[in-house]
């Protein structure tokens, strides 16, 4: 069974203080590995998909890592804008669903 | 474009009551996931459609749980006999097709509360 799991659970910074989330899984062949922001009340947004181990993707201070058994969100010199929690998920080479970890809640103070 | 739409956004309803809820994919996706995801918890898989078939129903918690979709587009999903550990906001998301690496895009969900 696939499983994946986040920590911290919660993390607080400063603002431009820069800092990892972790996410480490369990998954028989991976098809893909998917990182979501979810603001309050809203869906998650999908941010990236890595699909190999050494695959890096980077978006405005955000930059995704990935190795054979867990990935790293990495924020550089957060602002308050980037809290949210965030979400990682795998799918498996041999299905279609996504199964995702309890994410990380990030609050990011001025 | 649009994104994935649900309606209602809350719905409130007595325990043992029925409710239907309705999500409307991005045009042209053809897979549609649902997945429900409880306070403090993570998201929980429910079920998704590759076009009007289930492949993969196996996340319903129970028989009071069904879904269907017609014409490859809108979806619902129908609790019977609602419980309060029904309580939670369902989710539902997009992908272009499944058994690919396409991301799924969320609606912003149902907050259903039993009461």
């Known amino acids: 069974e696939d499983q994946v799991t986040q920590s911290p659970e919660a993390l607080r910074l400063q603002e431009g203080e820069s800092s990892s989330l972790n996410c480490s899984y369990t998954?028989?062949?991976?098809?893909?590995l998917f990182w979501y922001r979810q603001d309050p009340g809203k869906g998650p947004e999908f941010l990236f998909t890595?699909?190999?181990a050494g695959e890096e993707k980077e978006k405005e201070r955000l930059k995704a890592t990935l190795t054979k058994k867990e990935s790293f969100l990495h924020i550089t010199a957060p602002k308050p804008e980037d809290s949210a929690t965030y979400l990682c998920?795998?799918?498996?080479?041999?299905?279609?669903?996504?199964?995702f970890g309890e994410g990380t809640q990030l609050t990011v103070n001025p | 474009g649009a994104g994935v739409s649900q309606s209602p956004s809350n719905k409130v309803t007595e325990k043992g009551k029925d409710v239907e809820l309705r999500c409307d994919p991005i045009?042209?996706?053809?897979?549609l996931y649902w997945y429900r995801q409880s306070l403090g918890q993570g998201l929980e898989f429910l079920i998704y459609?590759?076009?009007?078939?289930?492949?993969?129903k196996s996340g319903l918690p129970s028989d009071r749980f069904s879904a269907e979709r017609t014409g490859g587009s809108v979806s619902t999903l129908t609790i019977q006999r609602t419980q309060q550990e029904d309580s939670a906001v369902y989710l539902c998301?997009?992908?272009?097709?499944?058994?690919?690496?396409?991301?799924?895009?969320f609606g912003n969900g149902t907050r259903l509360t039993v009461t």
């Open positions: 998920a795998v799918q498996e080479t041999s299905g279609s669903r996504l199964t």
């Open positions: 045009s042209g996706h053809t897979a």
């Open positions: 998954v028989s062949g991976l098809r893909g």
């Open positions: 459609f590759q076009g009007n078939s289930a492949p993969d």
């Open positions: 998301a997009s992908s272009l097709v499944a058994l690919d690496n396409s991301p799924l895009h």
């Open positions: 890595l699909y190999s």
